[in-house]
């Protein structure tokens, strides 16, 4: 990845359209993550895959809806979201993209224009960067949002998904630092967002999910829970890439972690759920 | 449909267990709708397809979640519900299901064991039947549950799905009569259960959603409002039905309306939504 925007870019974008977001990633200007971009807008993770595998895929998501809860599918060749954002372009309006063949991570780009083909299937799954914004308004602090350049952490637990055709492997999760004192209210304002992964997966201790040291992250980056807060952890939309990795799925194109699909979707806008 | 059950079993029916209900079904003792049974469980719609098919009708639903909340989808040839009831049989654990061929309701059957075949896969989806039972705990009355052998009443709006492939037609809905100064209530509770259809499409007029006229009814049986109600119409799950006579869809296996599959999950599950 590149380096984040300068501070003026980054406030502007916090408090721009999903549109001006997207316009930013397809021109070039945006190659940062979106954490804190287009506030109150539901973002999304992208996994793109062949039309052969697309129907396990589907199910796959259908089985497992806190991490991979469905926004919107693409019809077979067709990179338009247009449910989550008529007139985008999923081949160019994310700032960075990842690309696994054969379970291995093998590129990450700006654009996938020349890897996009007519078999291909986009699925756009929701976001938990999309009640950063409501967690806020309620005074309960985003550690990862509070410096420039701030990442959410993301690892890999031990709990498995329920597998579907040839999608099987381990749930990824982000973690939040919570003061003790919200982390009932936490639990209460994300469970209304399912869409964007719901309720926390679990409270505490990082070793009850399989994670040995928390300062190890996967993917994004690490941000120490403070004395006073307890560690939260939410299933995350990564996880069909810690799938493609673990089940050595054969293609799958996905957005890069943490650089995610702006869509139009208002967060409290209750009948998309 | 044949009879309602005797007074004593429908008091029974609503006071037991989903395993119970599918047994009862399963066992030919039970052949009526399953309106007020097993009371504080999600009810399903059921939809079969071949495989062919599946994609398609997939990407339909995830396109049109109010009329079609996705629950379960069974693999390819398997009858067996994993996450809504494991245990459970899609052939046999019905009261009644339909039969369509090329868009035309061609039969109404017990059981389908015998028209089964190893490329069917089974889709289940929210019904709003799962709701009921909140709002009589919350004191708002329910006219279709009053007397023995009640139904819902089922209408076409002229509100279109988004179509999917060879999939497109229009949404059906129910309609409540709601006593007026409960409509608010009716609203907000109903919100909550997105995977029973969540809040109301509309309220009021008739007309508005191309409802001639309410006493005739498509599916079910006509509940009249009462001067001081305001009828209420929810998006239905009878809706794919409503798609296969409108699409002229090659083949689809069905419930029949009102006779649901009756899941193990609780409606105040936040972890399956």
Same mark, same amino acid.
């Given at each position: 990845?590149?380096?984040s925007?300068?501070?003026?870019?980054?406030?502007?974008?916090?408090?721009?359209?999903?549109?001006?977001?997207?316009?930013?990633a397809?021109?070039g200007?945006?190659?940062?993550? $979106?954490?804190?971009?287009?506030r109150?807008?539901v973002?999304a993770?992208?996994a793109?895959?062949?039309?052969?595998?697309?129907f396990?895929?589907l199910?796959?998501?259908?089985r497992?809806?806190?991490?991979?809860?469905?926004?919107?599918i $693409?019809?077979?060749?067709?990179?338009?979201?247009?449910?989550?954002?008529?007139?985008?372009?999923?081949?160019?309006?994310?700032?960075?993209?990842r690309v696994?063949?054969?379970?291995?991570l093998?590129?990450?780009?700006?654009s996938?224009?020349?890897?996009?083909?007519?078999?291909?299937?986009?699925?756009?799954?929701?976001?938990?960067?999309?009640?950063?914004?409501?967690?806020?308004r309620n005074?309960?602090?985003q550690?990862?949002?509070?410096?420039?350049?701030?990442?959410?952490?993301?690892?890999?637990?031990?709990?498995?998904?329920?597998?579907?055709?040839?999608?099987?492997g381990?749930?990824?999760v982000?973690?939040r630092?919570?003061?003790?004192?919200?982390?009932?209210?936490?639990?209460?304002l994300?469970?209304?967002?399912?869409?964007?992964?719901?309720?926390?997966?679990h409270?505490?201790d990082?070793?009850?999910?399989?994670?040995?040291?928390?300062?190890?992250?996967k993917?994004?980056?690490?941000?120490?829970p403070?004395?006073?807060?307890?560690?939260?952890?939410?299933?995350c939309?990564? $996880?069909?890439?810690?799938?493609?990795?673990?089940?050595?799925?054969?293609?799958?194109?996905?957005?890069?972690?943490?650089h995610?699909?702006? $869509?139009?979707?208002?967060?409290?806008?209750?009948r998309?759920?």
């Amino acid at each position: 990845m590149t380096a984040s925007p300068a501070p003026d870019t980054r406030h502007a974008l916090q408090q721009t359209l999903p549109g001006d977001v997207r316009a930013a990633a397809r021109s070039g200007e945006l190659s940062s993550a $979106t954490h804190g971009f287009a506030r109150g807008f539901v973002q999304a993770n992208l996994a793109i895959l062949p039309e052969s595998h697309a129907f396990d895929f589907l199910r796959f998501c259908v089985r497992n809806p806190k991490p991979c809860p469905l926004i919107d599918i $693409t019809d077979p060749g067709r990179a338009e979201p247009r449910r989550a954002a008529p007139g985008a372009d999923l081949r160019t309006d994310l700032p960075a993209y990842r690309v696994y063949r054969d379970g291995q991570l093998v590129d990450e780009v700006r654009s996938i224009e020349n890897l996009w083909r007519d078999d291909h299937v986009a699925f756009l799954l929701g976001c938990s960067n999309s009640f950063d914004e409501i967690l806020l308004r309620n005074g309960i602090p985003q550690r990862h949002l509070e410096s420039a350049g701030g990442r959410i952490s993301v690892y890999e637990s031990n709990i498995q998904c329920e597998p579907a055709g040839i999608f099987r492997g381990p749930v990824a999760v982000t973690m939040r630092p919570i003061p003790a004192k919200d982390v009932v209210r936490t639990v209460e304002l994300s469970s209304r967002y399912p869409i964007a992964h719901g309720a926390p997966l679990h409270i505490g201790d990082p070793a009850e999910i399989g994670i040995a040291d928390l300062a190890q992250v996967k993917w994004g980056k690490f941000n120490p829970p403070s004395p006073d807060d307890v560690p939260v952890y939410w299933a995350c939309g990564v $996880t069909p890439q810690a799938v493609a990795l673990a089940a050595g799925i054969p293609e799958m194109i996905t957005h890069a972690p943490g650089h995610m699909f702006v $869509t139009d979707w208002r967060i409290d806008d209750q009948r998309k759920g």
